[in-house]
């Protein structure tokens, strides 16, 4: 019987070709989008399911109310909180602490230079909580002295052409350290991208344990009977016992820590304000994109719908002669159902060629490395089976129960042709749907290019036009270098301006709060920013009062500071300029005084509001040189560049990018979207 119902198929496919191409052709780009989606979607749900007992593992994340912004929750802790954890509370198994290598140049072989930015320091205990395996080394030992360091198999072999490395050395910050491990490549979906591990006791060396000072990762793994609730709670307790630690006293409130599932991070960390990456995404993204695949699921099955019961004049001939003969109405019903699920296979096995063909690109946007895999991934096993059934059943059941509901009488009487029949009601309300949908999914697709649009045109409060990012990643560049690269660069007449500053953006990764020299100790969490006297001029940033940095003014390196808008505000001073904070920096002058006042720009993205920012020229916090150059001859311009960097920094390699470059790079996600 199958045989027939298959040779029967065949036929009427043969015959009516042209209404077939159309169909198959719309089923297959439909179920292409679909099961794109689907393995995106996959992808975004499965960060961290690779690790054994995931469950038990936790982010320590801590919430805080600093003065002049609001609350925000932050996924970056200080030094002593994995050990207090793990030695004081029974309910933790173990911990780990982990944060970003700082300078990502690792020299190799002399003058053989290689950025890689996905190296950390770490502690041993994160090779066992991460699940990472060792090709090569000890496990228990690889991360236990200062300067050891495991590498992924990929930086292995770019570094010395081998994966047998162990023993061998490279030149990071400017000391020799040891290759004691080499690990498998990151093949799974997880948070912590990484390819190189410097042992946790390299950086100890340089940075004690102090509760005061936030600047890495903790992780906790739980013990079996132990509950989320409960440990919170203890976390509470304990952190009362270090209060003095903290630099606390009883009448400040205890700190705010809870802890964030591991296989949260990925999906749910939209709330929190800092963390140590950036390889985050949105589990809002996943409630969208679920909605729109259903949506082209259905709009591709309304498709068939509407094709086969368009067609349905031609088939009732048959019906009327079949029920003649003898047929009964199941074996109609099975008949026509087998025609849908034959026609769905086809368009499946089509839309497979189709997967193949744009998942590269797709994975290029992404940044993912999706594949179509028929043995690991269940999408592709009992998942096209599920979606082959599914799509027949939704897609076929009606023109199959339609059509065998003819009767011999019925083709005498011309009833299909009815423009009043079931049939070309349910096409009319299944074509509107569809326009409706489609129109609702465009509609989409012009919001979502609307703020696209914004953010390009939208004025930041800075100009970034022709400005090339030029990160140094020296240690202790002297300012003397500094102004030297600077006077050679504004040699060349393609160039227009140079300043140098923290980063690209004037600001730097720290926050903090600062002290008003006033008899009520007034304290204001502020962004922190390191720029020269040129920065804001060359930047075009404006000021609403008084002056910028001046080298006529011997203190105003290092003892000068300049507000934004918003510091002033949140301050509610009507007069900041002579104003005086505390220096905390242990300088010769007890304070910062307060001398200009630059109107707010967005130094982030344009998802957070402008929050108050303290500018101080200091030159040892310098990261970056800004250079703005004429368009007309940029390639001439950055060759110069380039020669000059390679004489004033010959141990670093020349890394630069237009800073529009790196602000469409914030607004990734939106632009993938």
């Known amino acids: 019987m199958l045989y027939n119902f298959f040779k029967t198929t065949i036929r009427v496919l043969f015959k009516n070709r042209t209404f077939f191409f159309i169909n198959i052709a719309g089923l297959a780009v439909g179920l292409a989008s679909f099961i794109l989606i689907l393995l995106y979607l996959h992808n975004e749900l499965n960060f961290e399911k690779h690790i054994p007992d995931s469950e038990r593992i936790y982010r320590l994340v801590g919430i805080q109310r600093p003065a002049g912004i609001d609350v925000q929750h932050v996924a970056i802790t200080s030094a002593p909180w994995a050990q207090a954890l793990k030695e004081d509370l029974p309910e933790v198994e173990n911990a780990a602490r982990t944060t970003p290598v700082g300078t990502p140049n690792f020299i190799v072989k002399e003058n053989n230079t290689f950025r890689e930015s996905n190296a950390y320091y770490a502690e041993t205990s994160i090779l066992e909580m991460f699940n990472i395996e060792l090709l090569q080394g000890n496990q228990a030992i690889a991360l236990e002295e200062p300067y050891s360091a495991i590498l ?115 999906l749910h960390s939209g709330h929190i304000r800092f963390s140590i990456y950036d390889n985050m995404g949105d589990i809002n993204i996943v409630y969208i994109f679920s909605i729109i695949a259903v949506l082209i699921l259905l709009i591709a099955c309304m498709n068939f719908i509407n094709l086969t019961t368009a067609k349905s004049t031609q088939r009732i001939k048959e019906v009327g002669i079949r029920k003649t003969l003898g047929a009964d109405r199941k074996k109609l019903i099975a008949q026509f159902l087998s025609e849908a699920m034959i026609v769905v296979f086809i368009a499946m096995l089509i839309s497979i060629a189709l997967i193949e063909m744009f998942l590269p690109e797709m994975n290029r946007l992404l940044n993912t490395s999706l594949q179509v895999s028929f043995t690991s991934n269940w999408i592709f096993n009992i998942g096209l089976l599920g979606i082959l059934i599914l799509v027949s059943l939704l897609a076929g059941t009606y023109p199959a129960f339609y059509l065998s509901a003819f009767q011999p009488t019925d083709v005498l009487k011309n009833v299909a042709n009815d423009g009043r029949s079931s049939a070309g009601l349910l096409r009319k309300a299944l074509v509107i749907l569809q326009f409706a949908v489609a129109v609702f999914l465009i509609f989409c697709v012009h919001i979502i290019s609307q703020q696209i649009n914004f953010i390009k045109k939208t004025d930041l409060g800075i100009d970034y036009e022709n400005v090339l990012s030029l990160p140094m990643y020296e240690n202790n560049v002297s300012e003397s270098k500094i102004i030297n690269l600077k006077n050679e660069l504004k040699q060349n007449p393609g160039i227009i301006s140079v300043t140098a500053a923290s980063n690209y953006n004037g600001v730097s990764g720290s926050q903090g709060p600062v002290t008003v020299a006033d008899t009520n100790d007034t304290e204001l969490m502020v962004r922190y920013g390191y720029v020269d006297e040129s920065f804001f001029p060359n930047m075009n940033v404006s000021f609403i009062e008084g002056r910028n940095f001046s080298r006529e003014y011997g203190t105003d390196q290092n003892h000068a500071v300049i507000l934004n808008k918003s510091a002033v505000k949140a301050l509610n001073w009507d007069d900041p300029i002579g104003k005086r904070f505390i220096n905390n920096y242990n300088d010769t002058i007890d304070y910062f005084t307060v001398i200009g006042v630059i109107d707010d720009y ?23 040189i800004l250079v703005r150059i004429n368009s007309n001859d940029a390639n001439q311009a950055i060759n110069f560049i380039e020669e000059k960097w390679s004489s004033f920094f010959p141990q670093s390699p020349f890394i630069h990018q237009f800073v529009t470059e790196r602000i469409r790079n914030v607004y990734e996600r939106e632009t993938n979207t």
Not at 602 to 624: D, T
């Open 152 to 266: 992924s198999k990929s930086v292995a072999e770019k570094f010395y052409g081998t994966i047998d490395a162990v023993g061998k050395t490279f030149r990071h910050d400017n000391i020799l350290h040891k290759v004691t491990g080499i690990m498998k490549d990151q093949e799974n979906n997880s948070h912590l991208e990484y390819d190189i591990f410097i042992s946790f006791p390299t950086i100890e060396l340089k940075r004690p344990d102090s509760w005061g000072s936030n600047w890495l990762a903790t992780y906790v793994k739980l013990k079996e009977d132990a509950t989320v609730e409960n440990t919170e709670e203890s976390i509470y307790i304990l952190a009362d016992q270090y209060m003095a630690d903290m630099g606390f006293d009883e009448s400040v409130p205890r700190p705010e820590m809870y802890l964030q599932p591991l296989e949260d991070i990925h």
């Open 602 to 624: 967005n130094y982030y993205s344009l998802r957070e509001s402008v929050e108050p920012a303290f500018y101080i020229w200091r030159p040892e916090e310098f990261g970056n």
